[in-house]
């Protein structure tokens, strides 16, 4: 297949190029740092003999970015799906950041992404298949005092994605969701995790063996759907005395 791979320069991003090159797959990799993404793709042409696109674009909502996007997906040919591994966070994303911040985190985990999907959603449309997985993650499970913005660009994607699924429940179109707890990756390195950190590789191993399956939410690692669970029911009297 023909695959676009947001966010594929570092985490699970980058584990996952690399295991969707192993299994022959062409691949457009967007991140915003093209010298990264320059050596990524020399490697993976290298080892695994695929076509490697590459586009240092920034993901946003606007005309400017979708195009250089689409100028390189070109070179695919038709794309056949697009994975969205890709995130950005704030430590201080506390309910007070500015504009410019607030339309980065929501660009990056929502907006961005919806605007790229509505390029390609007609035609996979038209084709009656196609592959659309997107990442979410278990902050956005219940509003709370830190990674306000974030957890709230979170949620509206798993709402797009449900809405999607519905609308393309009658074709051979899969849309996956990953609810993702913590991976260890830059974002988590040093800190004090109340639960084990899986290995991005780990993850992209899964998520590849699972290409097929049209399953619509999946917790990774797997007890995140209990813990979630626990937290979802938790009585406001207790959750609101939660620090986490």
């Known amino acids: 297949m023909n695959l676009i791979v947001v966010g594929a320069s570092a985490g699970l991003g980058r584990a996952l190029a690399d295991r ?3 299994e022959k797959h062409n691949l457009l990799l967007i991140a915003g740092d093209e010298a990264d993404l320059k ?8 080892r695994h003999s695929v076509q490697v696109e590459i586009a240092a674009v920034r993901l946003q909502c606007d005309q ?14 038709n794309i056949d799906g697009i994975l969205f591994p890709l995130g950005y966070s ?10 410019d911040d607030i339309n980065r985190i929501v660009n990056s985990n929502m907006a961005g992404i919806i605007a790229l999907c509505s390029h390609y959603l007609p035609a996979m449309l038209q084709r009656g298949e196609g592959l659309l997985v997107f990442f979410g993650s278990v902050a956005s499970e219940r509003g709370r005092s830190s990674n306000i913005v974030y957890a709230a660009a979170k949620r509206g994607l798993q709402s797009f994605a449900e809405s999607l699924r519905h609308k393309c429940s009658a074709t051979n179109i899969n849309v996956q969701y990953y609810q993702l707890g913590y991976l260890n990756t830059a974002q988590t390195f040093g800190k004090k995790l109340p639960f084990p950190a899986a290995e ?15 399953f619509g939410l999946e917790y990774y690692p797997w007890f995140w759907r209990f813990i979630c669970l626990g937290l979802r029911y938790t009585p406001w009297m207790v959750f609101k005395k939660l620090k986490f």
């Open 20 to 22: 969707l090159a192993q």
């Open 64 to 77: 400017n970015s979708i195009e250089k996007v689409l100028a390189k997906a070109s070179a695919l040919g």
């Open 90 to 99: 704030r430590t201080d994303d506390d309910g007070t950041l500015g504009c």
């Open 39 to 46: 050596a990524i793709s020399a490697d993976l042409n290298l």
């Open 200 to 214: 991005p590789k780990d993850a992209a191993d899964y998520i590849v063996r699972n290409l097929n399956k049209r």
